[in-house]
């Protein structure tokens, strides 16, 4: 198993940035990607962004590409996201997700709260 913990999360205004960070501990020589997960009230949780733990390749929603970045320190066991131009539709609790099998997300963090006002 592996044992995630995001942080970073935060309140900032139409337009500003925040980066997410989220580190890993336990089985880390098992990932196989990680992601970046957001839940807004009332909504489901969707996926935000990707990343292959080995060779670095990112994969985005549509509607943050251009705008997130997701990146990994493989040496550090961290995963981090870069938002900018956050809009209010942006305002979610953010998860992080991690892959063993490279299927499905077996392990995920308790999440951070990102608010975006207008």
């Known amino acids: 198993q592996v044992q995630l913990v995001e942080s970073g999360g935060g309140l900032v205004q139409a337009g500003g940035s925040l980066r997410l960070s989220c580190v890993a501990s336990?089985?880390?020589?098992?990932?196989?990607?990680m992601g970046w997960f957001r839940q807004a009230p009332g909504k489901e949780r969707e996926f935000v962004a990707g990343?292959?733990?080995?060779?670095?390749?990112?994969y985005y929603t549509d509607s943050v590409k251009g705008r997130f970045t997701i990146s990994r320190d493989n040496a550090k066991d961290t995963m981090y996201l870069q938002m900018n131009s956050l809009k209010p539709e942006d305002t979610a609790v953010y998860y992080c997700?991690?892959?063993?099998?490279?299927?499905?997300?077996?392990?995920w963090g308790q999440g951070t709260q990102v608010t975006v006002s207008s």
């Open positions: 990343v292959y733990w080995t060779n670095g390749n990112t």
């Open positions: 336990g089985r880390t020589f098992s990932l196989s990607r």
């Open positions: 997700a991690c892959s063993r099998s490279g299927t499905k997300y077996d392990d």
